[in-house]
């Protein structure tokens, strides 16, 4: 069995492939250091930068964009609005203006909660639009979505695993599945995903953490501190745990009834 591991998007990543008939592991690590290099609100240059920096006219976008763009509509229309691309502005209002190692900066005055995303976005044709003064963040769902191709991208048996956003492809080195952690135990997956989404690993203060609320432009308040869900595909998984972690514990379960294939909360 081949394993990668190295540090991109934020934290620590993996791979592990047993079938040889895809691309190498090394190859997936340079993709997604050049998806991370595109999409990186961090960086003036990239891709999503100059997207935001158009906004309230018509751009060309690359394939990739335009996936991911497509992928955060949908994102809010699975999630009743929960999981919303443009609350860029309040997560900058709450003082992560930049890479999480550089520290956060000064909090100011949270923006006004965005409108519902179809109306800040459109998407055809290899084109694209953001309304004037609205930007965005494509944060987790990237992530997952990264997952999900580098998953096809790598062959018929192996494991994506981007900082706890994963896919497990095949059946593994026994023929049992791929083992991986799940909340408080050890799980074991034949093409399928999991995501965890959490308010601990990236706080700077009292209430001041990533997950922002769209509701009220502003750090989540919920009595969960991390969500882990499995579901068909890495981007789904981190759609409905993000879900599950804004709703809190009294509406989260029944939320994620008969969508995730299974979850666990802390």
């Excluded at 050049?34 to 609100?41: E, L, S, W």
């Excluded at 981007?235 to 989260?252: F, Q, W």
Aim: proline residues 5%; hydrophobic residues 40%; contains cysteine.
């Amino acid at each position: 069995m081949e394993h990668r591991g190295f540090t991109a998007l934020g934290g620590d990543c993996e791979l592990f492939r047993i079938d040889l008939g895809g691309g190498t592991l090394a190859e997936g690590e340079a993709w997604v250091r050049q998806m991370h290099d595109r999409f990186t609100r961090f960086s003036e240059s990239s891709e999503l930068s100059q997207f935001n920096a158009s906004a309230g006219d018509w751009v060309e976008v690359s394939a990739e964009m335009d996936a991911l763009l497509r992928e955060s509509l949908r994102a809010f229309d699975v999630s009743d609005g929960l999981v919303h691309a443009a609350t860029l502005p309040a997560l900058l209002a709450a003082g992560y203006t930049r890479d999480f190692s550089l520290g956060s900066t000064p909090t100011a005055m949270p923006p006004p909660p965005p409108r519902p995303l179809p109306e800040l976005l459109s998407v055809r044709d290899g084109k694209a639009r953001l309304a004037a003064g609205a930007a965005i963040d494509l944060g987790g769902i990237a992530k997952g979505w990264m997952a999900d191709r580098l998953a096809e991208r790598l062959g018929d048996n192996c494991l994506v695993n981007l900082c706890g956003d994963l896919f497990a492809r095949g059946s593994g080195e026994t023929g049992e599945g791929w083992p991986v952690g799940f909340g408080d135990r050890s799980v074991l997956l034949k093409d399928m995903a999991a995501a965890t989404s959490g308010v601990t690993k990236r706080m700077w203060g009292p209430g001041l953490h990533h997950l922002i609320d769209p509701r009220t432009s502003r750090p989540a308040q919920t009595d969960l501190h991390e969500v882990s869900v499995l579901a068909a595909t890495a981007t789904d998984a981190e759609i409905y745990a993000k879900v599950a972690l804004l709703k809190g514990s009294a509406d989260a379960a029944k939320w994620l009834e008969g969508r995730a294939m299974g979850w666990s909360f802390v």
